[in-house]
């Protein structure tokens, strides 16, 4: 088993249609040291889809990681395979989605309750690359809810050679609740993945669900390895300006939302220069100033057309001079 030497103490979660590599860019500005993840890619997008654009990412972004979703060991090796030649740092299995076109193809949640085939996915990846092999996992599904059914599906995985489980700290309905009612109606257990990580200590425990502020995610690190925050570093994303000075003790000077801005609008000309629409990427920003007094505009800005008689550079310059003005 390869050591896993990626400092995990905070990660920014996997995330459809949000966590692209501009978002990741962005998430970058705001903390060095948290760990990236794509949004998950199906063995089957990346074997016969548009590689270039589902792996392309930016080195600064380091460390990343790639989930993947499938069930087929020779495939999930063969993706694990191709991200580790593009200089992805981890690949995680995605065992933790319920929606209905996931359960179709008999991956994600649905395969908590396949602990050998979990295995042999694990396995088959971890036989294959140098990278560590990761699994993002509920604490269980529909009625095989108890500590006993996590226990059994983290000890054989873990067997198989996986020592780092993320665990979204609330189980998944398979049938009935929307992919969005999965995140919000089952009930948050924290306790339980703590005492996942009493019963497992060397094993390496990331949990998720739920956190909004760094002062819970610190307090969560004297339970577990790491913390993964999905939503919030959307919505709000901000709030993780100070989660490299509390949880990695980096003295590095706070940034302001400015300079962050500023830093973003460099990145974004020089992609929509290489071809990316504008929207693609002032679209992760909108949170930027959540709970501001200048959030309403910036927000209005950032969402209408842009006016025709700007170039992109202008554009985004206009954006910041009117934040820049807005007392905050
Ligand atoms: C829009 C959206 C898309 C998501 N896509 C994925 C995904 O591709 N893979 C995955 O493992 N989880 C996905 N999730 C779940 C998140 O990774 C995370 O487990 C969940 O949102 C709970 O964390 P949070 O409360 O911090 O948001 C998604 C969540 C959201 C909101």
């Given at each position: 088993?390869?050591?896993?030497?990626?400092?995990?103490?905070?990660?920014?979660?996997?995330?459809?249609?949000?966590?692209?590599?501009?978002?990741?860019?962005?998430?970058?500005?705001?903390?060095?040291?948290?760990?990236?993840?794509?949004?998950?890619?199906?063995?089957?997008?990346?074997?016969?889809?548009?590689?270039?654009r589902?792996?392309?990412?930016?080195?600064?972004?380091?460390?990343?990681?790639?989930?993947?979703?499938?069930n087929?060991?020779?495939?999930?090796a063969?993706?694990?395979?191709?991200?580790?030649?593009e200089?992805?740092?981890?690949?995680?299995?995605?065992?933790?989605?319920?929606?209905?076109?996931?359960?179709?193809?008999?991956?994600?949640?649905?395969?908590?309750?396949?602990?050998?085939?979990?295995s042999?996915?694990?396995?088959?990846?971890?036989?294959?690359?140098?990278?560590?092999?990761?699994?993002?996992?509920?604490?269980?599904?529909?009625?095989?809810?108890?500590?006993?059914?996590?226990?059994?599906?983290?000890?054989?995985?873990s067997?198989?050679?996986?020592?780092?489980?993320?665990?979204?700290?609330?189980?998944?309905?398979?049938?009935?609740?929307?992919?969005?009612?999965?995140?919000?109606?089952?009930?948050?257990?924290?306790?339980?993945?703590?005492?996942?990580?009493?019963?497992?200590?060397?094993?390496?425990?990331?949990?998720?669900?739920?956190f909004?502020?760094?002062?819970?995610?610190?307090?969560?690190?004297?339970?577990?390895?790491?913390?993964?925050?999905?939503?919030?570093?959307?919505?709000?994303?901000f709030?993780?300006?100070q989660?490299d000075?509390?949880?990695?003790?980096?003295?590095?000077?706070?940034?302001?939302?400015?300079?962050?801005?500023?830093?973003?609008?460099?990145?974004?000309?020089?992609?929509?220069?290489?071809?990316?629409?504008?929207?693609?990427?002032?679209?992760?920003?909108?949170?930027?100033?959540?709970?501001?007094?200048?959030a309403?505009?910036?927000?209005?800005?950032?969402?209408?057309?842009?006016?025709?008689?700007?170039?992109?550079?202008?554009?985004?310059?206009?954006?910041?001079?009117?934040?820049?003005?807005?007392?905050?």
């Amino acid at each position: 088993m390869p050591t896993n030497q990626i400092d995990r103490r905070l990660s920014i979660a996997p995330m459809m249609d949000h966590t692209d590599k501009h978002f990741r860019y962005f998430m970058r500005l705001l903390s060095k040291h948290a760990v990236l993840y794509t949004e998950m890619i199906t063995t089957g997008a990346l074997i016969h889809g548009d590689r270039k654009r589902f792996l392309e990412f930016n080195q600064i972004e380091h460390p990343l990681a790639i989930q993947l979703g499938g069930n087929n060991p020779a495939n999930l090796a063969e993706c694990a395979h191709i991200a580790e030649s593009e200089g992805y740092d981890e690949v995680n299995l995605n065992i933790g989605c319920p929606s209905d076109r996931v359960q179709n193809g008999q991956f994600g949640a649905c395969l908590m309750s396949n602990t050998e085939l979990v295995s042999d996915c694990v396995n088959k990846i971890q036989s294959t690359v140098k990278i560590p092999v990761t699994v993002k996992t509920r604490i269980g599904i529909d009625e095989q809810d108890s500590y006993e059914f996590l226990e059994k599906f983290v000890n054989t995985v873990s067997v198989a050679g996986c020592n780092t489980f993320i665990i979204h700290a609330r189980k998944a309905l398979l049938s009935g609740l929307s992919p969005k009612q999965n995140r919000e109606i089952p009930p948050l257990n924290y306790e339980r993945v703590h005492k996942i990580k009493q019963q497992f200590p060397s094993l390496n425990i990331t949990i998720n669900g739920g956190f909004t502020e760094l002062a819970q995610i610190k307090s969560q690190l004297e339970h577990v390895d790491g913390v993964m925050v999905g939503r919030a570093a959307y919505q709000n994303p901000f709030m993780l300006v100070q989660a490299d000075k509390l949880l990695y003790e980096d003295d590095s000077p706070l940034q302001t939302r400015e300079e962050i801005l500023g830093k973003f609008k460099n990145y974004a000309v020089e992609q929509i220069e290489s071809g990316f629409n504008i929207k693609s990427l002032t679209r992760h920003i909108i949170g930027l100033y959540q709970g501001q007094s200048g959030a309403r505009k910036y927000r209005r800005m950032l969402s209408d057309a842009i006016p025709k008689e700007l170039n992109a550079c202008q554009y985004l310059d206009k954006v910041i001079q009117s934040v820049s003005r807005t007392p905050t």
